[in-house]
């Protein structure tokens, strides 16, 4: 992870506010968020790359409901030797329906989500991943009633 450079200001701090909920759907969305928080444009861009770099933010895309476009989801659990864990890691993120891959400490040490067209793709993906690592021990725990909330962090 990067480190974290840039003690943010007031400006930074309306500006992650504005752009975590709500992110305007137009040619300019920049430029939109730019008249919201009173900047130019330029600046905004140039405050984002900033608190990207520093690590601050992430990503910034959209979250889609898999149920709703016709796709399946589910979270798995993995157990990883610790020589394998690099190994493990690169192949599932090779993955395209794979969001979210992280190490844990408990016996199951990988999870990650998967998010596919159907629970047999996703079956499939996940013996195909066994056959390329060597790990077997693979749960696929699939969602059986989502509580969704909003994540939005009042900065």
């Known amino acids: 992870m990067p480190s974290v450079n840039h003690a943010m200001d007031d400006t930074d701090r309306e500006l992650l ?18 008249k919201d928080v009173n ?19 992430r990503r910034i895309g959209g979250n889609f409901t898999p149920y709703k476009l016709g796709y399946v989801s589910t979270l798995c659990a993995a157990r990883v030797p610790e020589d394998k864990i690099e190994l493990f890691a690169r192949i599932v993120n090779r ?19 998967f998010i596919s067209p159907s629970k047999e793709e996703i079956e499939k993906n996940l013996t195909q991943i066994s056959i ?12 059986t009633k989502v509580f969704k909330i909003k994540a939005h962090f009042d900065l």
């Open 132 to 143: 390329e690592t060597g790990i077997t021990d693979i749960l696929n725990l699939p969602a």
């Open 95 to 113: 993955y395209p329906g794979v969001t979210h891959n992280y190490l844990r400490h408990h016996d199951y040490n990988i999870w990650f989500t």
């Open 39 to 57: 900047l130019t444009e330029k600046e905004v861009l140039k405050r984002l790359a900033r608190l990207r770099a520093s690590g601050i933010i």
């Open 17 to 34: 506010n504005r752009i975590q909920s709500g992110f305007p759907l137009c040619t300019r969305p920049y430029e939109a968020i730019a």
